[in-house]
């Protein structure tokens, strides 16, 4: 399967934890990618490979992986965390790259 | 620091073509894949294909085979994207994004500013 599956909506409590699950088959192969995305910019890396954080994204960021699904944690959600936030991998062939369909986080 | 920087907003008619480009800056052209991307009016994320900016190679999304060509100029760092037989479904925000090399996985670290293509008769 080429579909990485996401929940369209979350929500969190200023200062709580979130995590954002992202699932697809070859999730058991590769791991996923994480970017955030506020409205109107360009996508923002935010977690790759084996829970790696490009420099500059905050430590409440992290990652993790089991069996066929990715997930997105982000511990101590602040204001500034609202956006969508979409997972990225290859698909099984390992040729062809493809995004989850979207989460959007809310932050109360 | 890594910059990418897009050509600007396109206005086409259907059945056109559109031509983008991405300039990059601050890494080795030459060194790292340019992906494209395209994102649809409040839709996911669609990737498009790739160019080996070293070489030249490409690898297009089924989707789009026969209707895209990327191109690079390494002298100009400058990344292409072209798209023919335009119709209102191809009407998006383009991306370009710069490939970090990933085990076992994939990312694109560094993102263009988008390019909207507004298609309409």
């Known amino acids: 399967s080429s579909e990485l599956t996401q929940d369209p909506a979350v929500s969190v409590t200023l200062g709580q934890t979130v995590t954002i699950t992202c699932q697809g088959d070859?999730?058991?192969?590769?791991?996923a990618s994480w970017y955030q995305q506020k409205a109107g910019q360009a996508p923002v890396l935010v977690i790759y490979?084996?829970?790696k954080r490009p420099s500059g994204i905050p430590d409440r960021f992290s990652g993790s992986s089991s069996g066929n699904t990715a997930s997105l944690t982000i511990t101590g959600a602040q204001a500034e965390d609202e956006a969508d936030y979409y997972c990225?991998?290859?698909?099984?062939?390992?040729?062809?790259?493809?995004f989850g369909t979207g989460t959007e986080v809310t932050v109360l | 620091q890594v910059h990418l920087v897009q050509s600007g907003t396109e206005l086409k008619k259907p059945g056109a073509s559109v031509k983008i480009s991405c300039k990059a800056s601050?890494?080795?052209?030459?060194?790292?894949?340019i992906h494209w991307v395209r994102q649809a009016p409040g839709q996911s994320l669609e990737w498009m294909g790739w160019?080996?900016?070293?070489?030249?190679?490409?690898k297009y999304a089924q989707p789009f085979q026969g209707r895209v060509s990327f191109t690079r100029d390494a002298s100009a760092t400058t990344a292409y994207m072209e798209l023919s037989s335009l119709t209102s479904e191809d009407t998006a925000v383009y991306f370009c994004?710069?490939?970090?090399?990933?085990?076992?996985?994939?990312?694109?670290?560094?993102w263009g500013q988008g390019t909207l293509v507004a298609v309409s008769s």
């Open positions: 994004a710069k490939e970090l090399i990933v085990v076992v996985g994939a990312a694109f670290d560094f």
């Open positions: 601050g890494y080795t052209f030459t060194s790292y894949a």
């Open positions: 160019i080996n900016a070293g070489n030249g190679n490409t």
């Open positions: 070859s999730l058991r192969i590769y791991y």
């Open positions: 490979g084996k829970n």
């Open positions: 990225h991998s290859r698909d099984s062939s390992g040729y062809n790259y493809v």
